[in-house]
């Protein structure tokens, strides 16, 4: 199973970015897919995350970014807007998944992570 995202880049303060990460391999179902950030010298915090029945977004985000998943692809979007010097960081997509295969356990995976920069 691999996570492959994309869309990051360079944008400036209240300009917009889209992110996407799509899942591949071997999947049997996903339980949830949502991205987390880290910024140089600190922890890294969820920033937005969907599952079949909920969503939740870190406080710092709420109101300009959303997430969507797209079932369909195994993909899920980060769209974000006005966006600040301080949404600076890595952006990683995670995804909880089971695998095809005998057993009914489920894994955390990880993208590689994609930068996004606010700067003028």
């Known amino acids: 199973v691999q996570l492959q995202a994309s869309g990051g880049g360079l944008v400036q303060p209240g300009g917009s970015l889209r992110l996407s990460c799509a899942a591949s391999?071997?999947?049997?179902?996903?339980?949830?897919m949502g991205w987390y950030r880290q910024a140089p010298g600190k922890q890294r915090e969820l920033v937005a995350a969907k599952t079949t029945s909920s969503t939740n977004y870190g406080d710092s985000v709420k109101g300009r970014f959303t997430i969507s998943r797209d079932n369909a692809k195994n993909t899920v979007y980060l769209q974000m807007n006005s966006l600040k010097p301080e949404d600076t960081a890595v952006y990683y997509c995670?995804?909880?998944?089971?695998?095809?295969?005998?057993?009914?356990?489920?894994?955390?995976?990880w993208g590689q992570g994609t930068q996004v920069t606010v700067s003028s």
């Open positions: 995670n995804a909880n998944i089971r695998p095809r295969g005998w057993s009914s356990a489920s894994y955390d995976y």
């Open positions: 391999g071997s999947i049997f179902s996903i339980n949830a």
